[in-house]
């Protein structure tokens, strides 16, 4: 059974940091794309970041670009997203995702074939 588990959620002031873990397992996910989405309340989910199995290529929301870093380890099936300089904005909740397609473009297209339940990021003072 396929399962992502999202860890690192909470709530935080706005300039502030916050480090979200995804931990993925019941398959391998050699040649999977993960990246990351979000939902505000009231709003559509929208694609955050993604990342290559290799690594080597990312792709940013522009509305996260400068801000947040996503980065993964295939050797532990995770991938992190650590967000920083936060605003009001970016509370969501915060869910891993995982494509079989390689390209980070088709993951921020919405090509996904497995979601974590998702993380809730609040950000207020």
């Known amino acids: 059974q396929v399962q992502l588990v999202e860890s690192g959620g909470g709530l935080v002031q706005p300039g502030g940091s916050l480090r979200l873990s995804c931990a993925a397992s019941g398959r391998t996910f050699s040649g999977y794309a993960m990246g990351w989405f979000r939902q505000a309340p009231g709003k559509e989910r929208e694609f955050v970041a993604a990342i290559r199995w290799s690594g080597g290529n990312t792709h940013y929301a522009d509305s996260v670009k400068g801000r947040f870093t996503i980065s993964r380890d295939n050797a532990k099936n995770t991938v992190d997203l650590q967000m920083s300089s936060l605003k009001p904005e970016d509370t969501a909740v915060y869910s891993c995702?995982?494509?079989?397609?390689?390209?980070?473009?088709?993951?921020?297209?919405?090509?996904?074939?497995?979601w974590g339940k998702g993380t809730l990021v609040t950000v207020s003072s």
């Open positions: 995702a995982a494509s079989r397609s390689t390209t980070t473009q088709a993951m921020a297209a919405g090509v996904i074939h497995y």
